[in-house]
């Protein structure tokens, strides 16, 4: 079995909120993670390099063959192909970018803790390159990874039947897998496969239209409507109407309301109508907050819905901008639409917000983890301690807040 090493560069940056408690490649696409991906199209098993305060979750294995990949590239045939085809030293190259690498132990320590010139690198000239560079990459590239990932989760075995209660519309893939229950559903393949995961439900009235994947343990509830490319990870709930979404793991859109060209991180829960914009009223371009920048920039996107980063929840009837990101361990709620950012541990909405103190968020997220029998473990809040404290530079009411105490008791010493 082949050694993998997946990597981050700086692009992991422009992929936070994601990247704050998980390396690139274990962003969820499709039906899997860019690290499960590459496992299988590599025959291989793979660890990280990544940074520091993740290291200890997301380790290193150093072998006497390694394959170095870049972690927010997506495998394809070819450049399976071409890495397979690499000797030790050889190093491929996007633009100047590594994507691979196949280096022993010493080149490898060489690159990592010292300068290595004698690689024999070459610039990809001909095969596709899919990878991520900003956020919406994840959305946008869902499609392409759910027909892949279909491909290699179905081949060689069969679908279980699919009940007669069911409607189904053309001749394309549609895959059952053990445990799955789908009654009184409509399934539309013909514009892409759908993939109903391992002990899944779909429950009776739901419309899908495919490319669609469905995550083990998940439900999709009663008179869902879901287009495709959406993807949804293990252990959800989705409702509502839904389109173009990627959903991480243990996140629940149980009801009503509208969410498009979304990326919706791991154990988050969005509350009852809520509804995402994912379109200017006048069309022109959504413009996104950038942790890299550290200001609302422009993209060159039309569409754009929400970023929401781990373990955030919002109450019901929020209304989510054209473009909103979130952080972490955000408690969202009350009238009007949300700012397009919300640092990690914001605690209100659009007229008011204030930090979410982590001890009460940790609780909130321990009582939710628990009903899934999960829970949230020293090394998780440990974790999120380092996010907390990394991201206090963009809560500015901290700051306003600190220059008041000291304020107020500088005029106590006065009087």
């Known amino acids: 079995m082949k050694n993998l090493i997946l990597f981050d560069n700086e692009t992991r940056d422009h992929l936070l909120p994601f990247t704050f408690t998980r390396p690139v490649c274990e962003i969820m696409m499709g039906g899997m993670t860019n690290r499960e991906r590459w496992e299988k199209w590599m025959n291989g098993s793979a660890s990280f390099i990544t940074q520091d305060y993740l290291s200890e979750r997301y380790d290193i294995t150093i072998s006497e063959v390694n394959y170095l990949i870049n972690g927010s ?30 280096l022993d132990r010493d080149q490898f320590n060489r690159l990592m803790y010292d300068d290595i010139d004698d690689l024999n690198s070459f610039e ?32 060689g075995k069969s679908s279980k039947p699919i009940g007669a209660t069911n409607t189904i519309i053309g001749n ?24 109903i995961g391992k002990n899944t439900e779909v429950m009776e009235g739901a419309l899908i239209r495919g490319p669609f994947m469905l995550g083990e343990e998940s439900v999709v509830k009663m008179g869902a409507k879901i287009y495709g490319p959406t993807a949804i990870g293990p252990n959800c709930v989705v ?23 979304s990326v919706i991180g791991e154990w988050c829960n969005i509350g009852a109508d809520t509804n995402c914009s994912n379109l200017k009223n006048n069309w022109s371009e959504v413009k996104l907050w ?9 993209t060159d996107q039309l569409k754009i819905g929400v970023f929401m980063g781990d373990y955030t929840m919002c109450g019901i009837n929020s209304m989510l901008s054209t473009g909103t990101v979130t952080g972490l361990c955000c408690n969202i709620f009350g009238s009007g639409f949300l700012p397009k950012f919300m ?73």
């Open 73 to 102: 590239v997506l495998p394809t045939h070819e450049l399976v192909s071409l890495i397979s085809q690499m000797e030790n030293g050889g190093a491929m190259l996007l633009d100047g970018e590594l994507v691979a690498a196949v």
């Open 124 to 155: 990809i000239k001909d095969a596709p390159v899919y990878k991520f560079n900003r956020l919406w990459d994840i959305f946008l590239l869902n499609e392409k990874a759910i027909i892949s990932d279909f491909k290699l989760l179905t081949t």
């Open 172 to 195: 394309g893939q549609i895959f059952l897998e053990e445990g799955a229950k789908v009654e009184g559903a409509m399934l539309n393949a013909s514009k892409g496969p759908i993939y």
């Open 239 to 261: 409702g509502g109407e839904v389109k173009n979404v990627v959903m991480f793991g243990h996140s629940n859109k149980g009801h009503e309301g509208y969410l498009g060209n």
């Open 290 to 298: 950038s942790y890299v920048s550290g200001q609302i920039e422009e």
């Open 343 to 415: 640092p990690s541990f914001s605690w209100g909405g659009a007229d008011d917000r204030t930090t979410y103190i982590p001890e009460k968020a940790f609780e909130a997220v321990e009582r939710m983890m628990s009903i899934h029998g999960h829970h949230l473990s020293t090394e998780d809040r440990v974790l999120l301690m380092s996010v907390f404290e990394e991201t206090a530079k963009y809560r500015p009411w901290e700051q306003k807040e600190e220059t008041g105490r000291k304020f107020f008791k500088l005029f106590e010493s006065k009087s």
